[in-house]
């Protein structure tokens, strides 16, 4: 279906599933019951969770197959988010504008960078992306001014010209919307104890999530994604053959800048301001992150990776002391001040900590990622199986090496 | 001619840091192959070496006189440090004012501890994986020591003087014969000059004159035929890391009073010192430390008003501008082997 084959059809099924129904699932606890501050279905985080899935995804196509590792991406996020807040000001408070520009902007600021980076490669062409991405940070804030607003980050102002639009509504700037439908509008539903939220920027993001996700889908299983694979393999084997490798890269390059351009622009489409702070190498290093610990190469991975690292940075950090003393209220003091002071450091503003932690653990044994993880032990659960089946006299354990081996 | 002057003093004290940190690097780098993106957090924890040996001398018992009062009409209560009461007053006093430049001794060990223990227990087992791995494990490291750094010692810079002995600034054109009052130096940024010209010389003795620096300068070249000879190189290269780690750890100590150390020191730094060694060429030694003071000089001179007035934000971006161009049109860097990670 779709130009897919039945295993991708399935994937890319399930990942439509569970962003169309992220507000159920993600909402599993009743309001106002102990867990329901690990609830994760409110509009905010959601969006988060789906543009950082839509950036790693793209960062994932670059880095994954080529094994290009890119310190600089968060530039062209920044670069997309000024671009985006900038048609909003300009020309009107719809979103598609707003979100295409950013993409183009970004696309094009990757043809200037990746041209002059991708002339190296291995830790020279990480530092000259990083070098890169630091000089646009510092542009930003200091001589860019003008453009960019400095420290204060870009905001919409009042009296924006607006030229296709209404410039202002009873005299506040009216919300970023699709069409009429502002990106802020929410439905409420609620059923018994449970509240759910279906936020319209969510699922405009959603929508192009699934969008990105299904290119993406098509990128890796096309003649152009195996080229890439092919870099990441061996390039040198790759030029002896007589192939130039540089367009392959190139092109990767630009994509993986357009992802993140789109992932800047539906930032500015959810919330419409832009600062420098989103190109700083930390923000690169926190997609690098992400692509790592979902497992780089994968489909699924990395969007994986980009929830679980949001899913922490926003609910594990509000865990505090008192929460915490709530959860072991029901044990002796003695074992419980110890408990508490074992498990504080890792988890509320040290969940940076519990990060770094993951972050080695996967590096040093899963070098595949989350996605390696769960192989792993389906594979694990599949040898149990047939060495029942071969007692039983059944299919033999070499059929199903290979099946997993592919 | 003042003005050029105060420029290259000025961009000494950061130059050096760079210096200090890509010799390090560097020295990593051409023995175990490993690209070490935590070299920026032994940095930082050297500068918490002297934060720490700087609170445990601090460290006091109170007592309550009962002679005098305090606003309230109750005893006054005394602090006094045990240095103070074990030593005298004035030689306590003189210990916990001159505690930075002692944390150097505390440093030392560790750092040589901290970098045995990081050797063996985790780079070892990424020799044989490619660098991308190296950098992202190390990268992750580097996290987790930021991040437990922050937990015993908070956010916020924490403060701490240098001796007083070192504390004002001087006139550094007066005593050179020009005009006084041009050229004002605080002292402690010469300190740390010298400091760091007597670490990179030592180093670079070590490596020349003895015995264990000719094996280390053959594995260097050749790992393979050193090992076929029945010198056992690994160990000697992981002492190599060990004497890094305390370069670091030292230049670290003696920053501290020039920029109060917090938790993210390490990463500011790593990132313009990775430049600086791929600018110096990777692998070469005197490289890293030239282009060191060099970008630590050409930054100076950029943030400059004269020249910030003809290309603003140059001084922003000078250090990035020049890898940029260094790494297109000399792929080996300013003093590169030959052959040595030119692709």
């Given at each position: 279906m779709l130009g897919l084959n039945k295993k991708d059809t399935t994937l890319l099924f399930i990942v439509v599933f569970m962003t169309l129904f992220a507000p159920f699932i993600l909402n599993p606890f009743p309001v106002g019951s102990q867990l329901a501050q690990f609830n994760a279905g409110y509009p905010d985080l959601m969006q988060r969770f789906v543009i950082f899935g839509i950036f790693a995804i793209g960062f994932n196509i670059l880095f994954g197959l080529t094994g290009y590792l890119s310190f600089g991406h968060a530039a062209f996020l920044g670069v997309g988010s000024y671009a985006g807040v900038w048609m909003m000001k300009l020309?009107?408070?719809?979103?598609i504008p707003a979100i295409l520009m950013s993409m183009v902007v970004a696309g094009l600021f990757s043809v200037l960078v990746g041209y002059i980076c991708l002339r190296r490669s291995g830790i020279y062409f990480s530092i000259l992306t990083l070098a890169f991405a630091q000089m646009s940070f510092s542009l930003a804030y200091s001589v860019l001014t003008p453009i960019t607003?400095?420290?204060t980050g870009l905001q919409l102002g009042l009296?924006?010209?607006r030229i296709l639009g209404v410039s202002q509504v009873e005299g506040s700037i009216p919300p970023a919307n699709l069409f009429g439908i502002a990106m802020r509008d929410s439905y409420e539903l609620t059923l018994g104890g449970w509240a759910f939220t279906f936020n319209a920027g969510y699922y405009l993001c959603a929508v192009v999530m699934i969008v990105a996700f299904y290119a993406a889908i098509r990128i890796f299983r096309s003649p152009f994604g195996l080229m890439l694979k092919a870099v990441k393999s061996n390039q040198q084997r790759m030029n002896y053959t007589g192939l130039n490798s540089k367009p392959y890269t190139f092109a990767a390059f630009v994509i993986s800048g357009v992802y993140a351009g789109l992932a800047g622009g539906l930032m500015v489409a959810m919330d419409p301001l832009a600062g420098a702070e989103r190109m700083q190498w930390t923000a690169s290093g926190e997609v690098v992150l992400m692509t790592i610990l979902g497992g780089a190469g994968t489909l699924f991975g990395p969007v994986l990776g980009a929830g679980f690292i949001k899913y922490f940075e926003n609910i594990f950090s509000k865990i505090n002391e008192n929460v915490l003393h709530q959860w072991f209220a029901a044990l002796p003091d003695s074992i419980e001040n110890v408990l508490i002071a074992v498990v504080y450091p890792f988890i509320g503003k040290g969940w940076h900590l519990t990060l770094g932690i993951m972050f080695m653990l996967v590096v040093i044994f899963l070098p595949g990622g989350i996605m390696e993880g769960i192989q792993r032990l389906v594979n694990l659960f599949k040898r149990r199986r047939t060495t029942d089946d071969e007692r039983a006299g059944g299919s033999s354990a070499l059929a199903n090496n290979a099946k997993a081996a592919e | 001619m003042d003005a050029i002057l105060l420029q290259i003093l000025n961009g000494l004290d950061k130059g050096s840091a760079y210096a200090l940190i890509a010799l390090g690097l560097t020295l990593i780098f051409g023995t175990l192959g490993v690209v070490n993106f935590a070299h920026g957090a032994l940095f930082m924890l050297g500068a918490f070496c002297a934060v720490t040996l700087n609170n445990i001398l601090s460290l006091s018992f109170t007592t309550i006189d009962p002679d005098r009062t305090d606003f309230l009409g109750n005893p006054l209560k005394v602090e006094t440090p045990y240095v103070e009461s074990w030593f005298g007053p004035e030689i306590g006093m003189a210990i916990i004012q001159w505690s930075v430049p002692l944390s150097i001794l505390f440093a030392i060990p560790v750092m040589v501890m901290v970098g045995l223990i990081m050797e063996r227990g985790l780079i070892k087992h990424f020799y044989r994986r490619p660098h991308a791995d190296q950098i992202l494990v190390t990268f992750g490291l580097a996290i987790v020591l930021q991040e437990i750094i922050k937990y015993f010692f908070g956010a916020n810079p924490i403060p701490t003087p240098a001796p007083p002995a070192f504390a004002g600034s001087f006139d550094f054109g007066a005593s050179l014969g020009l005009e006084p009052g041009q050229i004002i130096y605080p002292y402690w940024r010469l300190v740390y000059f010298s400091f760091a010209a007597v670490i990179i010389a030592a180093v670079f003795c070590f490596l020349r004159y003895t015995t264990f620096g000719m094996v280390v300068r053959a594995g260097m070249a050749d790992r393979e035929t050193v090992g076929f000879l029945g010198i056992n190189i690994n160990k000697r290269f992981t002492i190599m890391f060990a004497i890094a780690a305390i370069v670091a750890g030292l230049a670290g100590v003696m920053y501290a009073p020039i920029n109060s150390p917090n938790y993210h020191m390490g990463m500011d730094f790593l990132v313009l010192s990775f430049v600086v060694v791929v600018v110096g060429g990777m692998g070469s030694l005197a490289g890293a430390v030239l282009a060191g003071f060099l970008l630590g000089i050409l930054e100076s001179f950029a943030s400059m008003a004269q020249v910030v007035a003809l290309l603003p934000g140059i001084n922003q971006i000078i250090i990035y501008l020049v890898a940029i161009i260094v790494l297109l049109t000399r792929p080996r860097g300013l003093m590169g082997r030959k052959g040595v990670m030119e692709d």
């Open positions: 020309l009107s408070m719809n979103v607003n400095g420290e009296n924006d010209p | -």
